[in-house]
């Protein structure tokens, strides 16, 4: 069993940044891989970005490539979503989740834990 807890959105401006976390309870941490989604209102959940278990494998959804870094440190349990050069239509709540398959995939199906959410909003 793996609780997630997600912490850091708020409301920036466009151009600016944020850093979202990624707190997870549990020993076997090191061994899922994890994403970040994110949805907005009145749309569907899309994927955002993955790391493996072990960081050397990210992957992102081609609109944020570029502006945001994902990143792990498995000694706190934790990953973190840097975003820069945010925009408007970044506008969402993230969520993060983790893939007991240690790879790190697109698909919010294959993910077995969720956190809770946290909202990033983005004004123009």
């Known amino acids: 069993q793996v609780q997630l807890v997600e912490s850091g959105g708020g409301l920036v401006q466009a151009g600016g940044s944020l850093r979202v976390s990624c707190a997870a309870s549990g020993r076997t941490f090191s061994s899922y891989a994890m994403g970040w989604f994110r949805q907005a209102p009145g749309k569907e959940r899309e994927f955002v970005a993955t790391i493996s278990w072990s960081g050397g494998r990210t992957d992102y959804l081609d609109s944020v490539k570029g502006r945001f870094t994902i990143s792990r440190d498995n000694t706190k349990n934790t990953v973190y979503l840097q975003m820069n050069s945010l925009k408007p239509e970044d506008t969402a709540v993230y969520y993060c989740?983790?893939?007991?398959?240690?790879?790190?995939?697109?698909?919010?199906?294959?993910?077995?834990?969720w956190g809770q959410g946290t909202q990033v909003t983005v004004s123009s």
């Open positions: 989740a983790a893939d007991p398959t240690g790879w790190g995939r697109r698909r919010a199906h294959e993910y077995d834990y």
